[in-house]
């Protein structure tokens, strides 16, 4: 596959936000398509970048990243624009309000990789994180009203894991 070959063996961690508010539900690849420094594309549409015939003969000019490696930010400035795009994504009518947003990660990650995360949604410019280390749905169902948007973090194994 391509973007296998591309994003180098690993497969791109699987996102999903939720935002109360309105009740949006985004559910997105984290990959990100790149030539140079200038993002092409984000999530679904990066990987059908890749899959694009005109960008495997272009193969050497784009290339798809994955800024979370196995549940973990690789790429904090990568990351931050990715989150902050799908965010504003989710909640396009309150742009004007910080959302205060829950963000569930995989329970393998340590105390400054849980603190990297938080760092990563206050550069997103939220008004109050919260890391929980627990599933979406049960983070969703004993999360305080005043949380609006809730992020899910879903690392996809390593292919020959």
Request: charged share 25%.
């Amino acid at each position: 596959m391509v973007e296998n070959k591309l994003i180098n063996g690993y497969e791109p961690a699987l996102i999903r936000l939720y935002g109360a508010r309105d009740s949006v539900e985004i559910t997105e690849q984290m990959a990100v398509a790149l030539c140079g420094d200038r993002i092409l594309a984000l999530g679904r549409e990066a990987l059908q970048l890749a899959q694009d015939p005109v960008a495997e003969q272009m193969e050497k000019l784009v290339e798809i990243v994955s800024p979370l490696k196995d549940g973990v930010v690789a790429n904090y400035e990568l990351a931050a624009k990715v989150f902050r795009y799908f965010v504003r994504k989710c909640c396009r009518r309150h742009l004007f309000f910080k959302p205060r947003i829950a963000v569930c990660v995989p329970l393998t990650l340590t105390k400054v990789e849980r603190k990297v995360y938080e760092d990563v949604f206050y550069q997103v410019g939220a008004k109050k994180v919260l890391v929980v280390e627990s599933a979406m749905d049960q983070a969703m169902a004993g999360l305080p009203a005043e949380y609006g948007m809730v992020v899910g973090i879903f690392p996809q194994p390593r292919n020959g894991r």
